[in-house]
């Protein structure tokens, strides 16, 4: 969830707070399904902002030349240990893009930059195996490019032992680019307009990410997600139908700020 006031700062001893928080959150979502209670426990309502306080994850404010939705992740900006909290984000994410794409459009563009990344901010590999499986299993075909923004040396290594757990048709999709090779922007510049790219990816957008501006939209988007599980039936976006994801689903992420 996304609160008024930042997780990291939420006095998890005041009960009292938290049940308010809590209140709000269910008043905003107005009356929930047996399914959609299943998506939107106590427990799983603060998760999400802590997940998403330093920007490491976030559906940009821009989209590729077609259209579709664009997923920024950053991976040096890993603020959690939490192997379920990390899973739960990247499900919300994903059905967050899932739902913004247009008319039309089934697939989705990820940017992922690793400015400042290092060996430290490596995601266990459990985590790693299971979020892949996560995006092999509920998400397939959602793909359209990947963007490897500035990966270091060492990336390389790394890359080589999680690869083999990658299906081949989204290993195709990955593209490393780097901002001081020309020949390698271009290729993301032929998928997103520089333009409307931000400048730290190499574009012309002094466009940054911000929290409390981003808590405000998801908030828009939770409403709407939990007026789309509003029947206990099976739902479709685009033509696809939308996996049950355990407790993962985007409706875990409801309200924000």
């Known amino acids: 969830m996304f609160w008024r006031k930042q997780a990291s700062h939420f006095d998890l001893d005041d009960v009292e707070q938290r049940q308010a928080k809590i ?16 998506y939107c426990s ?7 902002s802590v997940e998403a306080e330093t920007g490491k994850m976030y559906r940009a404010p821009f989209t590729d030349r077609e259209g579709r939705t664009v997923i920024v992740m950053r ?7 939490s192997h379920e909290g990390q899973l739960q984000y990247l499900t919300y994410t994903l059905e967050n893009a899932v739902l913004n794409l247009p008319q039309g459009q ?4 990820w940017l992922i930059d690793f400015t400042g990344w290092t060996l430290a901010h490596r995601s266990p590999f459990k985590t790693s195996r299971e979020s892949m499986t996560t995006v092999q299993s509920h998400y397939p075909e959602r793909l359209s490019a990947a963007f490897m923004f500035n990966p270091p040396k ?21 593209n490393f680019v780097y901002k001081e090779n020309e020949e390698s922007m271009k290729t993301m510049y032929n998928h ?38 509003g029947a206990d039936s099976n739902h479709a976006t685009n033509g ?11 409706l875990t992420v409801a309200k924000a700020s």
């Open 240 to 250: 696809h139908s939308v996996p049950a994801v355990k407790s993962q689903s985007s």
């Open 42 to 48: 106590e427990a799983c309502l603060p998760d999400v």
């Open 106 to 109: 089934d697939k989705m563009v």
């Open 154 to 174: 060492i990336f390389e290594a790394s890359f080589k032992v999680l690869k083999v757990l990658i299906d081949p048709k989204s290993a195709q999709k990955l």
């Open 23 to 38: 209140k709000e959150l269910r008043a905003a979502l107005g009356p929930l399904s047996t399914r959609g209670e299943k």
């Open 192 to 229: 997103i307009d520089p333009e409307v790219l931000p400048v730290e990816f190499g574009g012309k957008n002094n466009v940054v990410y911000n929290h409390e501006d981003y808590s405000k939209l998801m908030t828009k988007d939770d409403i709407k997600t939990a007026s789309f599980w």
């Open 75 to 81: 991976p040096a900006k890993q603020n959690t240990s």
